[in-house]
Structure formats: C-alpha cells, structure tokens
C-alpha cells in the first residue's frame, strides 16, 4: 500500500467516525405532555447515595421530587430540601467503543497524522449541582452531566416546583 493510499484510507476513517460520532451524540427532545420532563442520558458524576458514580439515566423533576433513575438504581431528592442549583459547561472526551477504536486509529496513524483523531472526539455538556440538605439538616452535593442546553431548563423546573436557587451568574 503506497503512501498515498495510506492517507486517504485515514481521511475516509476521519470522516467515517466523524459522521458516526455526530449522529451518535444528537438525541432527540423527548418532552412529553406530562408535568415532567425527562432529560435522556444524563450522567450522575457523583452525590447521591443510592447510585453508582458516573451512572447513565434519566432526571426528572415531578410533585416535589427531583429523581434520577437508571436500570440498576434511583434516588430522589425532595425539592423542598434544595437550598441552591448551579449550572456551567465542560468539554470532556467521550469513552466507550468510539472512543477506543478512535485512540487506537491514532496511536496506528504514521507520521503523527492520527494525533487531529482525539479532538473529533470531544464533546460540551452542562454541568447541574444541586446542593441540599437531608432531614438531619446535614448538608450533600449532587452533580449531573447532562446534553448541552438541557441544564438551564432543568434549573427553572426545579425553581418552578419550590427549590432555593441563587441568581444565575452573568
């Protein structure tokens, strides 16, 4: 194989994991009818007692509860005991498969070619922490990655259903 074809073979790779990629993480809007909203593929870094870190589910906000659950767990938290919600955005990598054959594409390339691959490869999501306060008054943190554009519309759920919030950061 000469290095012509060498080259064009990682370009097609390129563009296959790109497009693979793109239409792997654009998830349609599920709002339904109801009073909640469940936003798909949420990711719980880390805060509630009940579920394993960086666990994969859904987060709703209903009667008074805000509730993530997957396959395996659940926990909820009362809306009332939130004293504050802060959202942000954060560029992370994405694992899994993709992110495998995408790694080893790279570290195959010749001629340090495959080092543009990783970048393909990095995503923005919003950031969700709920601070809160159990009946003993003891207070927790919960943080949730969710899609980008979902964190804002989570936060004015739970402010609509009674939760304490701080005055968005400009």
Same mark, same amino acid.
């Given at each position: 194989?000469?290095?012509?074809?060498?080259?064009?073979?990682?370009?097609?790779?390129?563009?296959?994991?790109?497009?693979?990629?793109?239409?792997?993480?654009?998830?349609?809007?599920?709002?339904?009818?109801?009073?909640?909203?469940?936003?798909?593929?949420?990711?719980?870094?880390?805060?509630?007692?009940?579920?394993?870190?960086?666990?994969?589910?859904?987060?709703?906000?209903?009667?008074?509860?805000?509730?993530?659950?997957?396959?395996?767990?659940?926990?909820?938290?009362?809306?009332?005991?939130?004293?504050?919600?802060?959202?942000?955005?954060?560029? #992370?990598? %994405?694992?899994?498969?993709?992110?495998? +054959?995408?790694?080893? /594409?790279?570290? $195959?390339? *010749?001629? =340090?070619?495959?080092?543009?691959?990783?970048?393909?490869?990095?995503?923005?999501?919003?950031?969700? #922490?709920? %601070?809160?306060?159990?009946?003993?008054? +003891?207070?927790?943190? /919960?943080?949730? $990655?969710? *899609?980008? =554009?979902?964190?804002?519309?989570?936060?004015?759920?739970?402010?609509?259903?009674?939760?304490?919030?701080?005055?968005?950061?400009?």
């Amino acid at each position: 194989m000469g290095g012509k074809d060498l080259m064009k073979l990682i370009a097609m790779l390129i563009v296959v994991l790109s497009v693979a990629l793109a239409s792997a993480q654009t998830s349609p809007s599920s709002d339904s009818g109801s009073t909640a909203v469940a936003n798909p593929n949420v990711r719980h870094i880390i805060g509630l007692n009940a579920v394993k870190r960086n666990a994969t589910g859904k987060l709703t906000v209903q009667d008074g509860v805000l509730e993530f659950k997957n396959v395996k767990a659940g926990d909820k938290v009362p809306v009332a005991s939130i004293d504050d919600v802060f959202i942000g955005t954060e560029t #992370t990598q %994405s694992g899994g498969r993709a992110g495998q +054959a995408v790694k080893a /594409a790279a570290i $195959a390339a *010749p001629y =340090g070619s495959g080092s543009a691959l990783p970048i393909l490869m990095r995503t923005k999501v919003d950031i969700l #922490t709920v %601070s809160y306060h159990d009946p003993e008054g +003891a207070h927790h943190g /919960a943080i949730f $990655a969710l *899609p980008i =554009g979902r964190a804002e519309r989570m936060r004015e759920q739970l402010i609509q259903a009674g939760a304490h919030a701080s005055p968005p950061e400009k």
